[in-house]
């Protein structure tokens, strides 16, 4: 079982920066890809930004050259940098992971999710 909280989240202007962390503890044998998702009010949940163990990244198309997710595979820890705000990015911010529970059960976790609020 993985546990995952984030911090990070806040109210903050357009055209501001914040940075999310989440940081995952239990036990696990390795915790493969992470990611940010968001879910805003009357909206699903959407993928923000995933990164696999080896680093390599994806983003969602509105977010692309604004945020910036990065690991640290030693401290199992997930960052999102998120710069150049808009009003569209509120929502609750959540981390999640995808890892094995000793070395043969997949399991995949979120954590309890942060607020980030834009204000135009």
């Known amino acids: 079982q993985v546990q995952l909280v984030e911090s990070g989240g806040g109210l903050v202007q357009a055209g501001g920066s914040l940075r999310l962390s989440c940081a995952a503890s239990?036990?696990?044998?390795?915790?493969?890809?992470m990611g940010w998702y968001r879910q805003a009010p009357g909206k699903q949940r959407e993928m923000v930004a995933v990164?696999?163990?080896?680093?390599?990244?994806d983003y969602a198309d509105s977010v692309k050259g604004r945020f910036t997710i990065s690991r640290d595979n030693a401290k199992n820890t997930l960052c999102l940098q998120m710069n150049s705000l808009k009003f569209e990015d509120t929502a609750v911010y959540y981390c999640?992971?995808?890892?094995?529970?000793?070395?043969?059960?997949?399991?995949?976790?979120w954590g309890q999710g942060t607020q980030v609020t834009v204000s135009s």
């Open positions: 990164i696999t163990r080896g680093g390599s990244t």
């Open positions: 999640n992971a995808k890892s094995l529970i000793r070395w043969i059960r997949l399991d995949d976790s």
């Open positions: 239990g036990s696990f044998s390795i915790i493969n890809d």
